[in-house]
Antibody
Framework: EMELVESGGGLVQPGGCLRL?????????????MHWVRQPPGKGLEWVSG????????VHADSVKGRFTISRDNTKSSLYLQMNGLRPEDTGLYYC????????????????WGQGTMVTVS | QSALTQPRSVSGSPGQSVTISCTGT?????????VSWYQQHPGKAPKVMIY???KRPSGVPARFSGSKSGNTASLTISGLQAEDEADYYC??????????FGTGTKVTVL
């Protein structure tokens, strides 16, 4: 059974840093692109960052570009999000998400989601 | 990148059909066939219901269907059931390997 477990969230002051982690199990982690998607309290979903299976393609939303960095360690089945220069508008529940395939493979979907880790910038 | 436009809410009685629209631009929804739909119950993680405009993952009931015309995609729930009451979000490839979500629609079963 697939599982994604996020950790690393918390309360941080504006300008501060956090590193989110996500440990995957139940599937071949190295075979899929992975993403971070966030949701501010009571609001909608926002795609944050994505990374291809071999880290060859790394993409960030304009709202976090230059401040956030997505990375992965396939030997540890783990996904990371380094968040620097945090702002109040970065507050939200951050989901680790498994892609249905890899970037550019002719399919597109956020197939499986973790339960999220909460980040509060205040 | 602006969020895709969805109605704030739609409602229907059990057994009826409801359709949720998702309007974007020629740079996202209209650019290719990479539109997906997600169901989110309160306090739960989203779940994919439709991907690549009209494909249903295994385990998703056949009463959920998707389509697209130009810059507008649609999700139809036929034979509405009580457990379909939830928030629904569309999502589209927005070019350069980025993605944009819709504003979200609350579906109420009367």
């Amino acid at each position: 059974e697939m599982e994604l477990v996020e950790s690393g969230g918390g309360l941080v002051q504006p300008g501060g840093c956090l590193r989110l982690s996500c440990v995957a199990s139940g599937f071949i982690f190295s075979g899929y692109a992975m993403h971070w998607v966030r949701q501010p309290p009571g609001k909608g979903l926002e795609w944050v960052s994505g990374i291809s299976w071999n880290s060859g393609r790394v993409v960030h939303a304009d709202s976090v570009k230059g401040r956030f960095t997505i990375s992965r360690d396939n030997t540890k089945s783990s996904l990371y999000l380094q968040m620097n220069g945090l702002r109040p508008e970065d507050t939200g529940l951050y989901y680790c998400v498994k892609d249905i395939g890899d970037y550019g493979d002719g399919r597109d979907a956020f197939e499986f989601w973790g339960q999220g880790t909460m980040v509060t910038v205040s | 990148q602006s969020a895709l436009t969805q109605p704030r809410s739609v409602s229907g009685s059990p057994g009826q059909s409801v359709t949720i629209s998702c309007t974007g631009t020629s740079s996202d929804v209209g650019a290719d066939d990479y539109v997906s739909w997600y169901q989110q119950h309160p306090g739960k993680a989203p779940k994919v219901m439709i991907y690549d405009v009209s494909k249903r993952p295994s385990g998703v009931p056949a009463r959920f269907s998707g389509s697209k015309s130009g810059n507008t995609a649609s999700l139809t729930i036929s034979g509405l059931q009580a457990e379909d009451e939830a928030d629904y979000y569309c999502c589209s490839d927005a070019g350069r390997y980025t993605y944009v979500f819709g504003t979200g629609t609350k579906v109420t079963v009367l």
